[in-house]
């Protein structure tokens, strides 16, 4: 199924124009491993400039690219003479095309250009115009290398197990100081967990109608926590549009699919709650806290990976950098809101509630009192750090994983607990992303929404709905939502089963 242009696939398409410009040109040249990751560069030498610019500029041409320096600012149409004498002076000159998908309004440009770089002649050597990741300079009589394209960007799946259909798998020429492994990139393989729950499902609701337990608070169980606006199918697709890195999904229900769902991909696999309990009497169970308890028990996880709420989306381009360290460290992402000061109590909501008891352990453990909230963003986990504090606080983890409703003495262990321990235990550490927490019940979301889709300015955003009643009027209606989501995600993702037409 083809999915539409992506920041990766439009990327590697006009690294591999210029590459295949020059290469017939018999123009030396070399991909550069440069600071950015949506952009490429491609090293040649300033010596070689006047023959580069006249291959390039017919390569403009031909494909209707476009020039400038490399801040992007006023790209031209590169094909013209004039347009060429004006970027004379400038050592890097960035080549772009527009790639528009045929059905929507998305379209791509400069920031996803190719960075052409004159080095200098010095010697025996070639000097480096800007800094990169790998060196200022590389010998003039060096031999080319061949090596994968997915090398140079940390947006792509890196070996060694890259995704087979990846966009930006292509072969490029470069030498062999840009092909070393850097001590901040990430080797290990991370993996996305979703869980998921259709509400409106007869069959669940069946199943929830036979459970005795009663909610302690009015969140613990109300209408809005089951609801399915479809959430997940977009949440997918910023996955695949902007963390094409994932190696693998992970999609946790109780024996439900969306109709939509390509449910054979060899990139996602279905787990059912009986996959992750060990215990049958536990199920079935309508706690998010209790099945986000078991997600480390999830056969063929890899050890880091991506926690998700169907209602987190990335709202731009990430890196595994984003939540990791090349050591195995993960990142956690500190909210301003603060938890109550007081122990939890039937009027505290069921997420403050677990997290004053997560405040409550760490204080018995390691002496320090916990005060803020987490944000509503894609948690970075290791399942190591998840086993250990199953293996730390047993009375508590099984607590949490046989509450059926969430209960006033859950614990919340990805969105929180996990964060704080592994911290305490040299094992994690805060960072910051851009982000928006929108809730669908206030009235001034729909315009936040607007300034959203027109900036795109935010890493991440959460649209969460908290206290939906059935018979309320939503602040945001149902079309509403959708018609944003299919705006800022209007390209399907290979998740999804391919249809007779797109929207």
């Known amino acids: 199924m083809s999915t539409g242009p992506t920041p990766l696939s439009v990327r590697a398409d006009t690294l591999q124009l210029v590459c295949s410009a020059l290469t017939a040109a018999d123009i030396d040249h070399f991909v550069v491993r440069c600071y950015g990751d949506l952009s490429s560069a491609v090293g040649v030498s300033a010596a070689q400039r006047s023959r580069a610019v006249s291959v390039l500029a017919e390569l403009c041409a031909r494909h209707a690219g476009y020039v400038s320096p490399p801040d992007q600012s006023h790209p031209r149409l590169g094909h013209r003479a004039a347009v060429w004498q004006m970027l004379a002076a400038e050592p890097v000159v960035r080549l772009s095309r527009f790639h528009a998908d045929p059905y929507t309004a998305l379209v791509y440009g400069p920031e996803h250009g190719c960075d052409i770089e004159f080095w200098t002649p010095a010697g025996d050597r070639l000097v480096a115009p800007r800094p990169n990741r790998t060196t200022d300079s590389v010998s003039q009589a060096g031999s080319p290398v061949d090596a994968a394209g997915d090398l140079f960007t940390r947006l792509a799946p890196q070996p060694p197990k890259p995704r087979p259909a990846c966009a930006g798998s292509i072969r490029v020429r470069t030498r062999a ?32 109608a036979r459970v005795s337990d009663e909610p302690y608070h009015e969140q613990a169980a109300n209408e809005a926590r089951y609801l399915n606006r479809d959430e997940l199918r977009y949440s997918l697709r910023s996955l695949h549009l902007y963390a094409p890195w994932v190696r693998h999904v992970y999609l946790v229900t109780d024996g439900q699919a969306p109709s939509w769902l390509a449910e054979s991909h060899p990139g996602l696999t279905l787990v059912d709650h009986r996959d992750i309990f060990a215990d049958p009497t536990a199920l079935p169970t309508f706690n998010s806290h209790a099945i986000e308890s078991r997600l480390h028990h999830i056969d063929g996880l890899s050890e880091h990976f991506l926690y998700f709420n169907d209602d987190f989306f990335l709202g731009s381009p990430l890196t595994p950098e984003d939540f990791f360290l090349a050591n195995g460290m993960s990142k956690f992402f500190p909210s301003r809101a603060l938890l109550p000061s007081a122990k939890a109590s039937a009027q505290d909501t069921p997420a403050s509630a677990a997290g004053m008891n997560n405040r409550s352990l760490l204080e018995d453990r390691f002496g320090v009192t916990v005060t803020r909230k987490m944000m509503h963003i894609p948690y970075p986990l290791r399942r190591s750090v998840l086993s250990e504090i199953e293996r730390e606080f047993p009375e508590q983890h099984r607590a949490t994983a046989r509450s059926k409703i969430r209960n006033i003495s859950d614990l919340s262990i990805p969105a929180s607990l996990h964060h704080h321990y592994a911290f305490l235990t040299g094992r994690a550490v805060p960072a910051e992303l851009r982000y928006n927490y929108l809730d669908l019940a206030q009235p001034q979301t729909r315009a936040r929404l607007g300034r959203l889709l027109r900036t795109r300015d935010r890493q991440v955003f959460c649209l969460n709905d908290t206290v939906t009643a059935r018979d309320a009027e939503p602040a945001v209606p149902p079309g509403a939502l959708r018609a944003f989501l299919e705006a800022y995600f209007p390209v399907p993702g290979p998740l999804e089963r391919p249809e007779e037409s797109r929207p």
């Not at 990430?186 to 993996?191: A, L, Q, R």
């Open 177 to 208: 100081e840009f092909t070393t492994r850097l001590p901040d990139d990430i080797g290990f393989p991370v993996d996305a967990v979703y869980t998921w729950v259709d509400g409106a499902d007869p069959q669940w609701r069946a199943r929830r």
